[in-house]
T-cell receptor, first 115, second 112 residues
Framework: DTGVSQDPRHKITKRGQNVTFRCDPI?????LYWYRQTLGQGPEFLTY????????KSRLLSDRFSAERPKGSFSTLEIQRTEQGDSAMYLC?????????????FGPGTRLTVL | GESVGLHLPTLSVQEGDNSIINCAYS??????FIWYKQESGKGPQFIID?????DKRQGQRVTVLLNKTVKHLSLQIAATQPGDSAVYFC???????????FGTGTRLQVFP
């Protein structure tokens, strides 16, 4: 499978714990995006990277959230001191920077449940 | 499996009929528009896109129409099939950003 992969697919944690999710983009895609989706809503943008550089962050990304893409390939999203309101599907997407707009290919998501 | 999009607007169509899904976008400066399909338990899947300098674009069985005057986007699916059943989202992006802003989804149900 050469699509975007995410790990784990499901995570259940207790409030106050830290969690980390991983995203592996399509090979050679230089842009990587994180979105969050709650039931009944469309995905909401969190942040995106071009290679290692984090180019844009949403106000939704509080100081408990941090994303990295240290080698310009896979990315991690960490949530510290999880809260019940963090329960959502966390989606990763990647694209190949071409001219202007770039089709974003989404992974299957990581479903987080905070108890 | 879990449901994507509880309590969403729902469009029910008979197999073989044409479907039209509508979307109103908010930002008149948006320059790029995309339709995604999302099945339960999966990430969004790209269907078709259109740039603001166009008003119509066709793909295989799908057509996207853009009306910038009223900030309206529609997705037409010809000869709807059971496999088309999913939640459909429109998304927009402005110039100089890759950030996608998704609209409220529409659930498409296809019955035989």
């Amino acid at each position: 499978d050469t699509g975007v992969s995410q790990d784990p697919r499901h995570k259940i944690t207790k409030r106050g714990q830290n969690v980390t999710f991983r995203c592996d983009p399509i090979s050679e895609h230089n842009r990587l995006y994180w979105y969050r989706q709650t039931l009944g809503q469309g995905p909401e943008f969190l942040t995106y990277f071009q290679n290692e550089a984090q180019l844009e962050k949403s106000r939704l990304l509080s100081d408990r959230f941090s994303a990295e893409r240290p080698k310009g390939s896979f990315s991690t999203l960490e949530i510290q001191r999880t809260e019940q309101g963090d329960s959502a599907m966390y989606l990763c997407a990647s694209s190949l920077l071409a001219s202007s707009y770039n089709e974003q290919f989404f992974g299957p998501g990581t479903r987080l449940t905070v108890l | 499996g879990e449901s994507v999009g509880l309590h969403l607007p729902t469009l029910s169509v008979q197999e073989g009929d044409n479907s039209i899904i509508n979307c109103a976008y908010s930002n008149s400066a948006s320059d790029y528009f995309i339709w995604y399909k999302q099945e339960s338990g999966k990430g969004p899947q790209f269907i078709i896109d259109i740039r603001s300098n166009m008003d119509k674009r066709q793909g295989q069985r799908v057509t996207v129409l853009l009306n910038k005057t009223v900030k309206h986007l529609s997705l037409q699916i010809a000869a709807t099939q059971p496999g088309d059943s999913a939640v459909y989202f429109c998304a927009e992006a402005g110039k100089n950003t890759d950030k996608l802003i998704f609209g409220t989804g529409t659930r498409l149900q296809v019955f035989p």
